[in-house]
């Protein structure tokens, strides 16, 4: 089935704001996929690494939805594709999920600051979420890179009270309120937040990326390297791969063919680090 396509007053929101709300989009799907990631957790002791989730901290699995194949198609989902090919091109990269159960705050931030190609995270939450039980918050422009206002957000957001007078659950921005079967979707340099909320709040991710040209692989490179933090020894599962059809293996051709170093930087991962991190 061929991408369902953003509209263009969809993609000038996006490109304007920086996030894009779906409600209820895979609301014909959230009884499984809530199944699914509970049987994810099941498999690792219910928690991280073997470690049960005790409400202190994040608790994160990566890759996520590569662990089990109905979750792996969640990439070949018209809706989920169609986001991804209207915002990134259509060869656009699957560059890896993660699973997480939240607790506490989450500072603001950005999930990375990429001035040369789009990445984009989709996140999918699994719990009903307002602005002050850690429904994901965002500031709308902070993702321009050169614009001064998001400059200024990127060199301050973490120093709200030392020079604003207010702490970071009162910087202004918008919430993105949730039920289950809603997604989100922001540019990865998009400055986000969450405060409030349950010690077990449920939600996973797919990021994706434009893919890189040829005379910007060694970013690829260095991108992939954060997964050796999480002891693994390749960006996809055994499952993601092998149940891809051909229009889900253009997706990952790019990110397998420049892997090979991970394998060796996770080994050495697990010799100076007693697990991997959390939080």
Same mark, same amino acid.
């Given at each position: 089935?061929?991408?369902?396509?953003?509209?263009?007053?969809?993609?000038?929101?996006?490109?304007?704001?920086?996030?894009?709300?779906?409600?209820?989009?895979?609301?014909?799907r959230?009884?499984?996929?809530?199944?699914?990631?509970?049987?994810?957790?099941?498999?690792?002791?219910?928690?991280?690494?073997?470690?049960?989730?005790?409400?202190?901290?994040?608790?994160?699995?990566?890759?996520?939805?590569?662990?089990?194949?109905?979750?792996?198609?969640?990439l +070949?989902?018209?809706?989920?594709?169609? &986001?991804?090919? @209207?915002? /990134?091109?259509? =060869?656009?990269?699957?560059? %890896?999920?993660?699973?997480?159960?939240?607790?506490?705050?989450?500072?603001?931030?950005?999930?990375?600051?990429?001035?040369?190609?789009?990445?984009?995270?989709?996140?999918f939450?699994?719990?009903?979420?307002?602005? +002050?039980?850690g429904?994901?918050?965002? &500031?709308?422009? @902070?993702? /321009?890179?050169? =614009?001064r206002?998001?400059? %200024?957000?990127?060199?301050?957001?973490?120093?709200?009270?030392?020079?604003?007078?207010?702490?970071?659950?009162?910087?202004?921005?918008?919430a993105?309120?949730?039920?289950?079967?809603?997604?989100?979707?922001f540019?990865?340099?998009?400055?986000?937040?969450?405060?409030?909320? @349950?010690?077990?709040?449920?939600?996973?991710?797919?990021?994706?990326?434009?893919?890189?040209?040829?005379e910007?692989?060694?970013?690829?490179r260095?991108?992939?390297?954060?997964?050796?933090?999480?002891?693994?020894?390749?960006?996809?599962?055994?499952?993601?791969?092998?149940?891809?059809?051909?229009?889900?293996?253009?997706?990952?051709?790019?990110?397998?063919?420049?892997?090979?170093h991970?394998?060796?930087?996770?080994?050495?991962?697990?010799?100076?680090?007693?697990?991997?991190?959390?939080g």
């Open positions: 089935m061929s991408p369902v396509m953003l509209t263009p007053q969809q993609l000038e929101f996006f490109h304007t704001f920086g996030y894009l709300r779906f409600p209820g989009l895979v609301a014909d959230v009884g499984r996929i809530s199944e699914e990631f509970e049987a994810v957790w099941a498999g690792r002791g219910g928690g991280h690494y073997g470690k049960p989730h005790d409400g202190t901290a994040r608790s994160c699995i990566v890759p996520f939805i590569d662990q089990r194949e109905y979750l792996c198609s969640l +070949d989902d018209p809706r989920i594709a169609g &986001i991804a090919a @209207s915002l /990134l091109d259509e =060869d656009y990269n699957y560059m %890896g999920s993660d699973g997480n159960y939240y607790a506490g705050d989450t500072q603001w931030h950005s999930d990375g600051w990429h001035k040369d190609l789009r990445h984009l995270k989709i996140a939450y699994l719990d009903p979420l307002t602005r +002050d039980t429904a994901l918050r965002v &500031i709308p422009g @902070s993702h /321009l890179l050169g =614009d206002y998001a400059e %200024g957000l990127q060199r301050d957001i973490r120093k709200s009270e030392e020079l604003w007078g207010i702490p970071g659950r009162q910087v202004p921005a918008m993105l309120e949730i039920i289950p079967g809603d997604v989100v979707c540019n990865h340099n998009t400055k986000h937040a969450a405060f409030g909320g @349950s010690p077990r709040r449920r939600m996973f991710t797919i990021n994706l990326a434009q893919r890189y040209p040829e910007k692989l060694q970013d690829l260095d991108y992939l390297k954060g997964f050796s933090r999480f002891w693994v020894e390749r960006p996809y599962s055994e499952v993601m791969i092998n149940t891809a059809g051909p229009e889900r293996q253009r997706h990952l051709e790019q990110v397998m063919a420049n892997d090979s991970i394998a060796e930087l996770s080994r050495q991962a697990r010799q100076t680090m007693p697990e991997p991190s959390r």
